[in-house]
């Protein structure tokens, strides 16, 4: 069956560091988002892709980059991880064709920077 | 940009009663309007869903309804069940655009 999968699940890191998150999906969707899950907060979009080698910011882009060199993955990287920066963080894809507009979404990765 | 207001924050009901979220969005041109569950543990999961030419939908025990002119809509899920229990977000967006625009999420309790 086809999927969307995000590693690791759990990631502990220090302040400084580079870290990189991990979302494949197995759809072939065009379109892949992050996002990042905080009390109070629901949802924000970090940053989005319709499509190989486009990204595009969201709402909460600082400290993060992404890039999409194949249809089937979106790497998220924090450049220094900063405390503020501890969530969780969500992947999904949607086929993006016209009136097909879900999301799916994968398990999330909680991460921790201390 | 489009900003969605979404309340209660929380909500505990007893099993077999009803329950409703609201969500209010701001920009006129949103045009699809998505609701997730999510269990814990677990990404959300597409409910439900409406398009602005619709004022209703249902399917079973969850209905949405959306008022175009005072730019809400809402939830409702009737003879609830524990397995109801989950967070809610709404979320709001506009044709041919993918973005999504999620509330802040709703805690339903329904208690045996």
């Known amino acids: 069956d086809a999927e969307i999968t995000q590693s690791p699940r759990h990631k502990i890191t220090e302040t400084g560091r580079q870290v990189t998150l991990a979302c494949h999906q197995t759809w072939n969707h065009n379109n892949m988002f992050w996002y990042r899950q905080d009390l109070g907060h629901g949802l924000r979009l970090i940053h989005y892709s319709y499509g190989v080698h486009d990204t595009n910011k969201g709402e909460v882009s600082d400290g993060y980059s992404v890039s999409r060199s194949n249809t089937e993955d979106l790497p998220l990287t924090l450049e220094s991880a900063a405390s503020s920066q501890t969530s969780v963080y969500f992947c999904?894809?949607?086929?993006?064709?016209?009136?097909?507009?879900?999301?799916?979404f994968g398990p999330g990765t909680r991460l921790t920077v201390t | 940009g489009e900003n969605v207001e979404q309340h209660p924050s929380t909500l505990s009901v007893q099993e077999g009663d009803s329950a409703v979220i609201k969500c209010t969005y701001s920009?006129?041109?949103?045009?699809?309007f998505p609701w997730y569950k999510q269990e814990l543990g677990k990404g959300p999961q597409l409910i439900i869903d409406?398009?602005?030419?619709?004022g209703e939908k249902k399917d079973q025990r969850i209905a949405v309804t959306l008022n175009k002119t005072a730019k809400h809509f809402s939830l409702h899920i009737t003879e609830t069940q524990p397995e109801d229990s989950a967070v809610y977000f709404c979320a709001a967006t506009k044709y041919n655009f993918n973005k999504f625009y999620f509330g802040s999420g709703t805690k339903l309790n329904v208690k045996p």
């Open positions: 999904a894809s949607s086929e993006g064709r016209q009136g097909l507009r879900e999301q799916y």
């Open positions: 920009d006129s041109a949103s045009n699809y």
């Open positions: 409406i398009r602005s030419n619709v």
